[in-house]
Nanobody, 114 residues
Framework: QVQLVEPGGGLVQPGGSLRLSCAVSGIIFNTYTMGWYRQAPGKQRALVATITTRGNTDYVDSVKGRFTISRDNAKNTVYLQMNSLKPEDTAVYYC????????WGQGTQVTVSS
């Protein structure tokens, strides 16, 4: 059974930082491209960042320079370090694993508000 478990959301003030993690089981983690998506209220789910099996990363323009995606293949875990958070970063964040199909985490709420 494939599981992507994402603890670590929460409430943070504008300008603050938060690190999301996603622990993966049931797949050969180091063969999958990993990603983070987010869905804001009233909007469609959208890509935030990806990291390939070789460690190549890509980001949506709105988070470049603020967010960093990383992976630890020994721990089967992917991370999203979010700095300089803005209210518009408020969303449910989803972990994604992709090879020939998508696997999704359950999502974790991130709220940026004073």
């Amino acid at each position: 059974q494939v599981q992507l478990v994402e603890p670590g959301g929460g409430l943070v003030q504008p300008g603050g930082s938060l690190r999301l993690s996603c622990a993966v089981s049931g797949i050969i983690f180091n063969t999958y491209t990993m990603g983070w998506y987010r869905q804001a209220p009233g909007k469609q789910r959208a890509l935030v960042a990806t990291i390939t099996t070789r460690g190549n990363t890509d980001y949506v323009d709105s988070v470049k320079g603020r967010f960093t995606i990383s992976r630890d293949n020994a721990k089967n875990t992917v991370y999203l370090q979010m700095n300089s958070l803005k209210p518009e970063d408020t969303a449910v964040y989803y972990c994604n694993a992709y090879l020939n199909r998508d696997y999704w985490g359950q999502g974790t709420q991130v709220t940026v508000s004073s």
